[in-house]
């Protein structure tokens, strides 16, 4: 009989009602094969009492995700910096009528030998509704400008970022003055 039995009519049963009496499992693991033992009933364990989902090793990044940039060029950083700033300046939080390079999000810019680029950024906070489309944005933008072979954006959170790498553009443009 599994946990569940009282759910199913047991009319050959000597227990009243057909409850199961056996002692409870002490783990979701036991609690799932005690469930799945039993044919006669109608439960199936959700897959979230799965456990192996939980000591399984993650999956590998996909191609594309995990930034393949050399060391930086400085010839071809200095060459490409402004371009890669004006197309960041063109990507908005949504939140805050000011572009994400005024608000000071954008901690650095690198260009390797091959014209790979890799722009290091921060949230104003973890828990930002735009976490996803920011950065996205901002690869794809930079990826644009003519001349680029390839561009990843790496959040990082250290340090911290404050309303003190604001510019004063964006100071003066949300009253923080």
């Known amino acids: ?63 594309g995700t995990v930034p393949e940039i050399g060391p930086m060029d400085t010839a071809k950083t200095a060459e490409y910096q402004q371009k890669i700033i004006d197309v960041i300046k063109t990507v908005y939080d949504p939140e805050i009528p000011v572009d994400i390079y005024e608000l000071g999000l954008i901690y650095e810019i690198i260009v390797d030998a091959e014209n790979r680029a890799l722009v290091r950024m921060t949230l104003t906070s973890p828990a930002c509704p735009s976490a996803q489309q920011i950065p996205q944005e901002v690869r794809y933008k930079v990826k644009a400008v003519p001349g680029i072979t390839e561009a990843w954006v790496e959040i990082v959170w250290e340090p911290t970022w404050t309303k003190d790498r604001m510019s004063e553009t964006a100071k003066l443009t949300l009253g923080f003055f």
């Open 1 to 63: 009989m599994g946990i569940f039995s009282f759910l199913k009519k047991d009319k050959d049963s000597d227990n009243a009602g057909g409850v199961d009496v056996s002692p409870a499992p002490t783990d979701a693991t036991a609690a799932s094969a005690v469930a799945t033992e039993s044919a006669d009933t109608p439960f199936h364990p959700p897959e979230a009492w799965n456990l192996d989902a939980l000591t399984a090793p993650p999956p590998a990044p996909a191609a």
